[in-house]
Each structure stands twice: as structure tokens, then as C-alpha cells.
């Protein structure tokens, strides 16, 4: 039996049939198997993985911001779950990205950072990111707002 959280570092023992996790954490994730035994011997069930799945919680999320038109817009994002989270960007609720169609929108996975080159007014709007995983999914937003170029 693996070392389980909160057993001062032994083995889970549990005497009964059932076996009772509480406050599960991502530390009890393991294999479990039940012994039998008595004056006979002993018997072993067959070995069950626990997996357990952390709801995804932000690390960076996204800040308004204000840019002139022209500049570049950056926006973050980055979350933390079990299994690691998925990320999706969405504008106005939805995946039309006029910054997309236009090849001007970058996501740098490896850097948690969504940009907007050569921003435009039909950039402004709410921007969502969200984190998804099979324990759920959880969701940030930023406004960005574009001011017109400076006369």
C-alpha cells in the first residue's frame, strides 16, 4: 500500500472492508490493494489506481489593458490542475478573432502569453481565457480596450 498523507508516513491500514479516504489531495493518487488475513493465510485483492483530478486554479491571469492603435497587446494566462489544464482564448464569447483571420494573434504556449501584433479598433473587446480539465473548468477575463492613434 502506498504512504498516504496524514499516517505518519507508514503504510494505509484501515481495519475494515472499506477503505475511507477524507481531504483527498493530489498525494493520495497511487495504488491501493487489500490484504486479508487470518490464522489460514493471507489473500490479496486485485491492485486499484486512484487517480485523483485537481480543478484547475490560475496562475497568471489576464489584466485590462489599454493600447493605441498600431501596438502590440499582450495578455496572460497560465493555470495549474490535474491533469494539466488546457487553455482557450475566446473574444466577445466567442472564436472570432478578427486579429486571427488577419495572421496578426500569437499564443505562446510555452509562455502563457497571448498577443495581438499591429492592433486594430476591431481588437477591442472582453477577452476570456480558460483553463479546462476533466475536474472542471474555470475562466478569467480582460477588457482590452484601443485608442485611436494620436493626432
Excluded at 82 to 87: D, G, K, L, S, T
Excluded at 111 to 140: H, Q, W
Aim: with cysteine; hydrophobic share 35%.
Amino acid at each position: 500500500a502506498p504512504e498516504a498523507p496524514g499516517t505518519g508516513g507508514g503504510d494505509v491500514t484501515e481495519h475494515t472492508t472499506i477503505l475511507h479516504l477524507r481531504h483527498v489531495t493530489f498525494a493520495h493518487e497511487g495504488r491501493y490493494q487489500c490484504i486479508i488475513t487470518n490464522h489460514f493465510g493471507s489473500t490479496y485483492s486485485s491492485k486499484a489506481r486512484l487517480i485523483v483530478n485537481v480543478l484547475p486554479s490560475f496562475i497568471k491571469t489576464p489584466r485590462d489593458s489599454t493600447i493605441r492603435t498600431g501596438h502590440t497587446a499582450r495578455l496572460e494566462c497560465a493555470a495549474e490542475g490535474h491533469p494539466a489544464p488546457q487553455i482557450a482564448w475566446q473574444k466577445d464569447g466567442g472564436t472570432d478573432f478578427p486579429a486571427a483571420r488577419e495572421r496578426r494573434m500569437h499564443v505562446m504556449p510555452d509562455d502563457d502569453v497571448f498577443f495581438i501584433m499591429d492592433v486594430k479598433p476591431e481588437d477591442m473587446g472582453l477577452y476570456s481565457c480558460t483553463a479546462r480539465n476533466t475536474a472542471g473548468t474555470v475562466s478569467a477575463n480582460a477588457t482590452l480596450t484601443v485608442l485611436g492613434k494620436p493626432p
